[in-house]
Protein backbone atom coordinates (compact mmCIF):
# COMPACT_ATOMS: atom_id res chain seq x y z
CA UNK A 1 0.00 0.00 0.00
CA UNK A 2 1.25 3.58 -1.13
CA UNK A 3 2.10 5.66 1.98
CA UNK A 4 -0.77 8.40 1.24
CA UNK A 5 -3.06 5.31 1.51
CA UNK A 6 -2.43 5.24 4.90
CA UNK A 7 -3.79 8.25 5.79
CA UNK A 8 -7.28 7.83 4.08
CA UNK A 9 -9.13 6.40 6.42
CA UNK A 10 -8.83 8.90 9.28
CA UNK A 11 -11.58 10.66 10.39
CA UNK A 12 -9.60 14.13 10.98
CA UNK A 13 -13.30 15.93 12.10
CA UNK A 14 -13.52 13.23 14.78
CA UNK A 15 -10.46 13.77 15.75
CA UNK A 16 -9.78 16.84 16.56
CA UNK A 17 -13.38 18.21 17.19
CA UNK A 18 -14.05 15.61 19.65
CA UNK A 19 -12.34 16.67 22.61
CA UNK A 20 -13.33 20.51 21.40
CA UNK A 21 -16.89 19.29 21.98
CA UNK A 22 -15.93 17.32 25.03
CA UNK A 23 -14.51 20.65 26.30
CA UNK A 24 -17.31 22.84 25.50
CA UNK A 25 -19.26 20.11 27.54
CA UNK A 26 -17.41 20.27 30.22
CA UNK A 27 -17.67 24.19 30.21
CA UNK A 28 -21.53 23.91 30.73
CA UNK A 29 -21.20 21.62 32.59
CA UNK A 30 -18.95 23.32 34.91
CA UNK A 31 -20.74 26.67 34.53
CA UNK A 32 -24.02 24.73 35.68
CA UNK A 33 -22.05 23.79 38.89
CA UNK A 34 -21.44 27.14 40.03
CA UNK A 35 -25.09 28.23 39.12
CA UNK A 36 -25.91 25.84 41.36
CA UNK A 37 -23.69 26.23 44.14
CA UNK A 38 -24.52 30.07 44.35
CA UNK A 39 -28.06 29.80 44.50
CA UNK A 40 -28.10 26.96 47.41
CA UNK A 41 -25.10 28.35 49.24
CA UNK A 42 -26.37 32.26 48.24
CA UNK A 43 -29.72 31.91 48.67
CA UNK A 44 -32.62 30.51 50.86
CA UNK A 45 -35.85 29.19 49.67
CA UNK A 46 -37.45 32.31 49.27
CA UNK A 47 -35.17 34.17 47.23
CA UNK A 48 -33.23 36.18 49.88
CA UNK A 49 -29.33 36.34 50.53
CA UNK A 50 -28.03 34.32 53.28
CA UNK A 51 -26.53 36.21 55.59
CA UNK A 52 -23.97 35.44 58.79
CA UNK A 53 -24.01 37.06 61.62
CA UNK A 54 -21.03 38.20 63.64
CA UNK A 55 -20.81 39.49 67.13
CA UNK A 56 -17.90 41.69 68.98
CA UNK A 57 -17.55 43.98 71.92
CA UNK A 58 -16.16 47.43 71.45
CA UNK A 59 -15.44 49.88 74.19
CA UNK A 60 -15.33 54.27 73.25
CA UNK A 61 -14.52 56.96 75.54
CA UNK A 62 -17.42 59.20 76.50
CA UNK A 63 -16.55 63.22 77.15
CA UNK A 64 -17.49 62.81 81.20
CA UNK A 65 -14.59 60.29 81.27
CA UNK A 66 -16.76 57.06 81.34
CA UNK A 67 -16.29 54.95 78.85
CA UNK A 68 -19.01 52.59 76.59
CA UNK A 69 -19.14 48.78 76.27
CA UNK A 70 -20.72 48.30 73.30
CA UNK A 71 -22.25 44.76 72.35
CA UNK A 72 -21.76 45.33 68.25
CA UNK A 73 -23.10 42.91 65.13
CA UNK A 74 -22.67 42.65 61.84
CA UNK A 75 -24.36 40.38 58.95
CA UNK A 76 -22.48 39.92 56.14
CA UNK A 77 -23.93 37.95 52.95
CA UNK A 78 -22.28 33.92 52.98
CA UNK A 79 -21.12 34.61 49.83
CA UNK A 80 -18.48 36.94 50.44
CA UNK A 81 -16.94 34.71 52.69
CA UNK A 82 -16.59 31.70 51.38
CA UNK A 83 -14.93 30.66 47.95
CA UNK A 84 -16.44 30.61 44.62
CA UNK A 85 -16.29 27.35 42.48
CA UNK A 86 -15.69 28.73 39.08
CA UNK A 87 -13.43 25.94 36.91
CA UNK A 88 -13.58 26.63 33.58
CA UNK A 89 -11.06 24.39 30.91
CA UNK A 90 -9.35 27.24 29.44
CA UNK A 91 -6.75 25.41 27.29
CA UNK A 92 -7.20 22.51 24.68
CA UNK A 93 -4.26 20.89 23.32
CA UNK A 94 -4.61 18.29 20.86
CA UNK A 95 -1.19 16.44 19.33
CA UNK A 96 -1.26 13.63 17.11
CA UNK A 97 1.77 11.70 15.50
CA UNK A 98 1.25 9.04 13.02
CA UNK A 99 4.54 7.38 11.90
CA UNK A 100 4.25 5.07 9.00
CA UNK A 101 7.67 3.27 8.22
CA UNK A 102 7.90 1.07 5.45
CA UNK A 103 10.96 -1.13 4.32
CA UNK A 104 11.03 -3.47 1.57
CA UNK A 105 14.79 -6.24 1.75
CA UNK A 106 15.24 -8.14 -1.26
CA UNK A 107 18.16 -10.53 -1.35
CA UNK A 108 18.58 -12.83 -4.10
CA UNK A 109 21.63 -15.52 -5.11
CA UNK A 110 21.63 -17.90 -7.98
CA UNK A 111 24.18 -20.73 -8.33
CA UNK A 112 23.81 -23.01 -11.80
CA UNK A 113 23.27 -26.29 -10.76
CA UNK A 114 25.58 -28.42 -12.83
CA UNK A 115 27.52 -32.06 -12.35
CA UNK A 116 30.26 -32.76 -14.55
CA UNK A 117 33.05 -35.48 -14.53
CA UNK A 118 36.34 -35.04 -15.61
CA UNK A 119 39.28 -36.83 -16.12
CA UNK A 120 42.91 -35.95 -15.70
CA UNK A 121 46.22 -38.27 -16.72
CA UNK A 122 49.51 -37.04 -14.72
CA UNK A 123 51.59 -39.91 -15.52
CA UNK A 124 51.40 -42.46 -13.07
CA UNK A 125 47.95 -41.31 -11.47
CA UNK A 126 44.58 -40.84 -12.79
CA UNK A 127 42.33 -38.14 -10.87
CA UNK A 128 38.71 -37.65 -11.39
CA UNK A 129 36.75 -34.66 -10.66
CA UNK A 130 32.97 -34.05 -10.41
CA UNK A 131 31.25 -30.64 -9.57
CA UNK A 132 27.72 -29.43 -9.31
CA UNK A 133 26.05 -25.33 -9.05
CA UNK A 134 22.94 -24.89 -7.08
CA UNK A 135 20.64 -21.86 -7.30
CA UNK A 136 19.34 -19.90 -4.08
CA UNK A 137 16.83 -17.12 -3.91
CA UNK A 138 15.51 -14.70 -0.91
CA UNK A 139 13.00 -11.68 -0.81
CA UNK A 140 12.06 -10.10 2.42
CA UNK A 141 9.49 -7.63 3.02
CA UNK A 142 8.53 -5.53 6.27
CA UNK A 143 6.37 -2.82 7.42
CA UNK A 144 5.77 -0.90 10.29
CA UNK A 145 2.57 1.57 11.31
CA UNK A 146 2.85 3.54 14.68
CA UNK A 147 0.22 6.46 15.95
CA UNK A 148 0.08 8.61 19.17
CA UNK A 149 -2.86 10.60 20.21
CA UNK A 150 -2.14 12.58 22.96
CA UNK A 151 -4.96 15.48 24.04
CA UNK A 152 -3.74 18.02 26.86
CA UNK A 153 -6.42 19.74 29.04
CA UNK A 154 -6.34 22.55 31.33
CA UNK A 155 -8.50 24.17 33.73
CA UNK A 156 -8.46 26.68 36.30
CA UNK A 157 -11.01 28.69 38.79
CA UNK A 158 -11.75 31.77 37.67
CA UNK A 159 -12.87 33.09 41.02
CA UNK A 160 -16.17 34.94 41.66
CA UNK A 161 -17.57 35.85 38.81
CA UNK A 162 -17.51 39.69 37.64
CA UNK A 163 -21.40 40.30 37.52
CA UNK A 164 -21.59 38.45 41.41
CA UNK A 165 -18.50 40.55 42.09
CA UNK A 166 -20.17 43.74 41.52
CA UNK A 167 -23.46 43.08 43.71
CA UNK A 168 -21.45 42.07 46.20
CA UNK A 169 -19.73 45.13 46.42
CA UNK A 170 -22.89 47.15 46.55
CA UNK A 171 -24.56 44.93 49.17
CA UNK A 172 -20.68 45.53 51.17
CA UNK A 173 -21.64 49.18 50.95
CA UNK A 174 -24.60 48.46 52.84
CA UNK A 175 -22.94 46.78 55.64
CA UNK A 176 -22.33 48.71 59.10
CA UNK A 177 -21.78 47.36 62.35
CA UNK A 178 -25.28 47.53 64.39
CA UNK A 179 -25.23 48.40 68.04
CA UNK A 180 -26.71 45.81 70.41
CA UNK A 181 -26.36 47.32 73.43
CA UNK A 182 -24.27 49.71 75.63
CA UNK A 183 -23.11 49.43 79.01
CA UNK A 184 -21.73 52.82 80.73
CA UNK A 185 -18.84 52.02 82.87
CA UNK A 186 -15.67 53.84 84.25
CA UNK A 187 -12.59 54.59 82.37
CA UNK A 188 -11.23 51.12 83.58
CA UNK A 189 -13.98 49.48 82.38
CA UNK A 190 -15.62 48.99 86.46
CA UNK A 191 -19.08 49.70 87.12
CA UNK A 192 -20.42 52.96 88.32
CA UNK A 193 -21.91 53.94 91.87
CA UNK A 194 -25.62 53.90 91.37
CA UNK A 195 -25.97 58.08 91.39
CA UNK A 196 -22.97 58.41 88.69
CA UNK A 197 -24.64 55.44 86.90
CA UNK A 198 -28.16 57.57 86.81
CA UNK A 199 -26.06 60.42 85.73
CA UNK A 200 -23.72 58.80 83.19
CA UNK A 201 -27.11 57.16 81.47
CA UNK A 202 -28.53 60.48 81.08
CA UNK A 203 -25.39 61.90 79.55
CA UNK A 204 -25.19 58.91 77.03
CA UNK A 205 -29.10 59.77 76.12
CA UNK A 206 -28.21 63.44 75.79
CA UNK A 207 -25.06 62.42 73.51
CA UNK A 208 -27.65 60.72 71.10
CA UNK A 209 -30.05 63.07 71.00
CA UNK A 210 -28.03 65.39 70.03
CA UNK A 211 -26.67 63.21 67.38
CA UNK A 212 -29.55 62.85 65.89
CA UNK A 213 -30.47 66.35 65.91
CA UNK A 214 -27.22 67.22 64.18
CA UNK A 215 -28.00 64.96 61.64
CA UNK A 216 -31.56 66.08 61.21
CA UNK A 217 -30.42 69.89 60.68
CA UNK A 218 -27.60 68.60 58.03
CA UNK A 219 -30.62 67.35 56.12
CA UNK A 220 -32.72 70.22 56.69
CA UNK A 221 -29.61 72.51 55.76
CA UNK A 222 -29.40 70.73 52.58
CA UNK A 223 -33.07 71.24 51.93
CA UNK A 224 -32.33 75.27 52.07
CA UNK A 225 -29.52 75.26 50.20
CA UNK A 226 -31.12 73.63 47.39
CA UNK A 227 -34.22 75.89 47.29
CA UNK A 228 -31.99 79.54 47.36
CA UNK A 229 -29.97 77.45 44.55
CA UNK A 230 -33.39 77.09 42.61
CA UNK A 231 -34.38 80.98 43.80
CA UNK A 232 -30.85 81.97 42.36
CA UNK A 233 -31.20 80.08 38.95
CA UNK A 234 -34.85 81.32 37.88
CA UNK A 235 -33.30 84.90 38.99
CA UNK A 236 -30.83 84.48 37.05
CA UNK A 237 -33.31 83.24 34.04
CA UNK A 238 -35.39 86.41 34.93
CA UNK A 239 -32.13 88.65 34.01
CA UNK A 240 -30.78 86.94 31.08
CA UNK A 241 -34.70 87.58 29.92
CA UNK A 242 -33.84 91.20 30.79
CA UNK A 243 -30.92 91.59 28.75
CA UNK A 244 -31.95 89.83 25.68
CA UNK A 245 -34.89 92.45 25.00
CA UNK A 246 -32.76 95.27 25.84
CA UNK A 247 -30.09 94.27 23.63
CA UNK A 248 -33.23 93.82 20.68
CA UNK A 249 -34.53 96.94 21.98
CA UNK A 250 -30.75 98.82 21.43
CA UNK A 251 -29.93 97.26 18.15
CA UNK A 252 -33.36 98.62 16.59
CA UNK A 253 -32.46 101.85 17.17
CA UNK A 254 -31.48 104.32 14.82
CA UNK A 255 -27.82 104.87 14.48
CA UNK A 256 -28.45 108.76 15.53
CA UNK A 257 -30.75 108.11 18.49
CA UNK A 258 -27.97 108.07 21.06
CA UNK A 259 -29.46 109.35 24.11
CA UNK A 260 -32.25 106.59 23.94
CA UNK A 261 -29.15 104.13 23.80
CA UNK A 262 -27.65 105.64 26.98
CA UNK A 263 -31.16 105.55 28.62
CA UNK A 264 -31.61 102.26 27.80
CA UNK A 265 -28.35 100.87 28.66
CA UNK A 266 -28.62 103.31 32.01
CA UNK A 267 -31.65 101.33 32.58
CA UNK A 268 -30.36 98.16 31.79
CA UNK A 269 -27.12 98.79 34.74
CA UNK A 270 -30.04 99.11 37.40
CA UNK A 271 -31.65 96.03 36.65
CA UNK A 272 -28.61 94.14 36.88
CA UNK A 273 -27.33 95.77 40.53
CA UNK A 274 -30.38 94.86 41.65
CA UNK A 275 -30.56 91.31 40.72
CA UNK A 276 -27.24 90.83 40.99
CA UNK A 277 -27.56 92.03 44.71
CA UNK A 278 -30.43 89.70 45.23
CA UNK A 279 -28.43 86.54 43.92
CA UNK A 280 -25.50 87.59 46.11
CA UNK A 281 -27.65 87.81 49.52
CA UNK A 282 -30.46 85.60 48.77
CA UNK A 283 -29.72 83.20 51.54
CA UNK A 284 -29.56 86.33 54.19
CA UNK A 285 -32.96 87.76 52.32
CA UNK A 286 -34.48 84.39 53.17
CA UNK A 287 -33.26 84.25 56.76
CA UNK A 288 -34.67 88.05 57.42
CA UNK A 289 -37.82 87.05 56.27
CA UNK A 290 -37.94 83.76 57.78
CA UNK A 291 -36.98 85.71 60.89
CA UNK A 292 -39.50 88.54 60.93
CA UNK A 293 -42.16 86.03 61.02
CA UNK A 294 -43.99 86.95 58.03
CA UNK A 295 -45.32 84.94 55.19
CA UNK A 296 -45.63 87.08 51.94
CA UNK A 297 -48.42 86.43 49.45
CA UNK A 298 -45.83 88.15 46.69
CA UNK A 299 -42.15 88.10 45.71
CA UNK A 300 -40.86 90.27 48.38
CA UNK A 301 -40.31 93.92 48.36
CA UNK A 302 -36.98 93.18 50.92
CA UNK A 303 -35.51 91.61 47.79
CA UNK A 304 -35.54 95.37 45.97
CA UNK A 305 -36.09 93.84 42.08
CA UNK A 306 -36.31 96.11 39.52
CA UNK A 307 -37.82 95.42 36.17
CA UNK A 308 -38.02 97.53 32.93
CA UNK A 309 -40.96 99.44 31.94
CA UNK A 310 -42.86 98.93 29.08
CA UNK A 311 -41.06 100.92 26.38
CA UNK A 312 -37.31 99.63 28.05
CA UNK A 313 -36.67 103.10 28.75
CA UNK A 314 -37.41 103.62 32.74
CA UNK A 315 -37.25 101.22 35.69
CA UNK A 316 -40.13 99.77 37.24
CA UNK A 317 -41.26 97.07 40.50
CA UNK A 318 -40.74 93.69 40.03
CA UNK A 319 -45.03 92.13 39.17
CA UNK A 320 -46.70 89.90 38.45
CA UNK A 321 -46.82 90.68 34.99
CA UNK A 322 -43.16 89.29 34.40
CA UNK A 323 -42.52 86.30 32.79
CA UNK A 324 -40.36 84.11 35.85
CA UNK A 325 -42.52 86.04 38.45
CA UNK A 326 -44.74 82.99 39.34
CA UNK A 327 -41.71 80.34 39.67
CA UNK A 328 -40.12 83.19 41.56
CA UNK A 329 -42.61 83.00 43.84
CA UNK A 330 -42.99 79.40 44.64
CA UNK A 331 -38.92 79.14 45.02
CA UNK A 332 -39.75 82.04 47.40
CA UNK A 333 -41.97 79.82 49.93
CA UNK A 334 -40.18 76.74 49.05
CA UNK A 335 -37.08 78.29 50.44
CA UNK A 336 -38.74 80.17 53.26
CA UNK A 337 -40.36 76.68 54.74
CA UNK A 338 -36.94 75.27 54.83
CA UNK A 339 -34.98 78.01 56.66
CA UNK A 340 -37.58 78.16 59.31
CA UNK A 341 -37.13 74.22 59.67
CA UNK A 342 -33.34 74.85 59.87
CA UNK A 343 -33.82 77.53 62.79
CA UNK A 344 -36.22 75.75 64.62
CA UNK A 345 -33.87 72.08 64.23
CA UNK A 346 -31.07 74.85 65.55
CA UNK A 347 -33.20 75.80 68.20
CA UNK A 348 -33.34 72.29 69.48
CA UNK A 349 -29.40 71.83 69.48
CA UNK A 350 -29.02 74.69 71.21
CA UNK A 351 -31.35 73.34 74.33
CA UNK A 352 -30.16 69.92 73.88
CA UNK A 353 -26.31 71.08 74.37
CA UNK A 354 -26.95 73.70 77.47
CA UNK A 355 -29.05 70.46 78.83
CA UNK A 356 -26.39 68.57 78.49
CA UNK A 357 -23.97 71.10 79.48
CA UNK A 358 -25.91 71.78 82.32
CA UNK A 359 -26.45 67.96 83.53
CA UNK A 360 -22.56 67.68 83.35
CA UNK A 361 -21.53 70.18 85.18
CA UNK A 362 -23.34 68.89 88.10
CA UNK A 363 -22.04 65.68 88.06
CA UNK A 364 -20.08 65.11 91.03
CA UNK A 365 -15.92 64.45 90.49
CA UNK A 366 -14.88 60.86 90.33
CA UNK A 367 -12.81 60.60 93.12
CA UNK A 368 -16.02 61.96 95.23
CA UNK A 369 -17.75 58.56 93.57
CA UNK A 370 -14.86 56.38 94.88
CA UNK A 371 -15.15 57.44 98.56
Not at 45 to 72: C, H, I, K, P, W
Not at 155 to 171: C, F, I, K, Q, S
Amino acid sequence: MAIAEQFAGLQMDQLIGGPLRAAADANAHLAGSTAEFINKVGFDANGRVNMVSFGYQGRSVNEDGTSNLEEMKVDVPLLAIVPIPNLQVDEVNILFDMEVKESVKSESSTDMSASGTAALNLGLFKVSVSGSVSAHSTNTRSTDNSAKYHVDVRAANHGTPEGLARVLDMMAANVSPMLIGSTVKDANGRDLPEASRIRAERLKALRQEIGEIENRLQTARRGLDSNVQLLKKIASSQQNLYQGNMMKKMNALDKEDDDTAAQCSRVMDEINQSWNAFQNQAADFIKLLADSGEEPADVSDMFSLKAPDAENTRTAGYGEQENYYKALLGAQKGALASQRTVSRIEEDLFNKKSEYSDTAAGAPSAQADSQ
